[in-house]
């Protein structure tokens, strides 16, 4: 069965939280459009939250399946 693609908006959240997590600028935001671009800065304050917190590597695991599931 093929996997269908995620949203633009999804897929920047998801990568504005990478760059987050891993403690990156947020000048790096890619995206121009207001929507999207309000989406990847979303999930790099996320991302940076976490990261300061301390959920990374390891102790992160259980936030990412609580967000599946």
């Given at each position: 069965?093929?996997?269908?693609?995620?949203?633009?908006?999804?897929?920047?959240?998801?990568?504005?939280?990478?760059?987050?997590?891993?403690?990156?600028?947020?000048?790096?935001?890619?995206?121009?459009?207001?929507?999207?671009?309000?989406?990847?800065?979303?999930?790099?304050?996320?991302?940076w939250s976490d990261q300061w917190d301390?959920?990374?590597?390891?102790?992160?695991?259980?936030?990412?399946?609580?967000?599946?599931?």
């Amino acid at each position: 069965m093929r996997r269908h693609k995620r949203s633009k908006v999804e897929r920047a959240f998801q990568k504005g939280y990478q760059i987050g997590i891993s403690g990156r600028s947020r000048d790096l935001c890619p995206h121009g459009q207001d929507e999207i671009k309000q989406s990847w800065l979303n999930g790099w304050r996320e991302g940076w939250s976490d990261q300061w917190d301390g959920y990374t590597g390891v102790s992160g695991v259980h936030k990412i399946y609580s967000k599946r599931y």
